[in-house]
Structures are given as C-alpha cells and as structure tokens.
C-alpha cells in the first residue's frame, strides 16, 4: 500500500503542475476544460493566469511536501487541497456549466484527492 499511495501523490501533484502549465500556456482549452469557458484574450485572461498559478503552486508544494516533510504532511496537505476541487465543482455549477463537469470531473477529484490522503495516513 506505501507504494501505491505514493505513486497516487506524485500523479495528482504533478497533474496540478500539468493544469498550472495548461491555464498559462493554453488558456482557452483549459477553461473549457474546467467547464466554465473564458476568452484569454479579454478580461478573463489575469484570472486564467491566477488560476494557473494556483494549481501549479500546489503540485510543486505537494511534492516538496512528500519529499522533505513525508507522508503524513503531505496527507494533512492533500486534505486541505481537496478543497479546491469541491469548490470548483459548486463554481462550475453556479456558472452554469455542465453538471458532468461539476460532478465527473471536479468532484471526482475531491473524492481522489481525499482517498490518497487516506492511503498517505495510512502509511
């Protein structure tokens, strides 16, 4: 079970890295991605770029964390971080964006987020 919750830890760090990248580099794509589309050429571009940030400053936080401080911080850390992808899903659903999204993406995250934690606890 170490190896797996590990493993489940680097992947969701790096895949914060990867959004990061993706909300800076591909804007457009990316914020349809998420489910609430914004033009990166007009006033959604600074927040696109926030955004980015964000998630590419918690997957390198992340990782930090699981490298230099262990398991266990970085389980306390995924438990923190899994509440960004819940309030994504209520910020893609009072957007109007699509409930699949919402709930088959960003929720489904929360829950994914929170399972690797419970392995990270339980190393």
Do not use: N
């Amino acid at each position: 079970m170490t190896v797996t919750a590990y493993i489940l830890a680097v992947l969701l760090d790096l895949f914060c890295v990867f959004l990061g990248y993706r909300f800076w580099f591909q804007p457009g794509p990316a914020a349809a991605g998420y489910g609430v589309p914004a033009d990166p050429r007009g006033d959604a571009r600074a927040y696109l770029s926030v955004k980015g940030l964000r998630d590419g400053t918690l997957g390198v936080m992340g990782l930090a964390l699981l490298a230099f401080a262990g398991a266990r911080a970085e389980a306390w850390f995924m438990v923190c971080v899994a509440l960004v992808p819940l309030f994504d899903t209520l910020i893609v659903l009072r957007s109007g964006g699509a409930k699949a999204v919402a709930f088959g993406i960003h929720f489904a995250t929360a829950i994914v987020v929170l399972t690797s934690a419970g392995l990270l606890f339980a190393v």
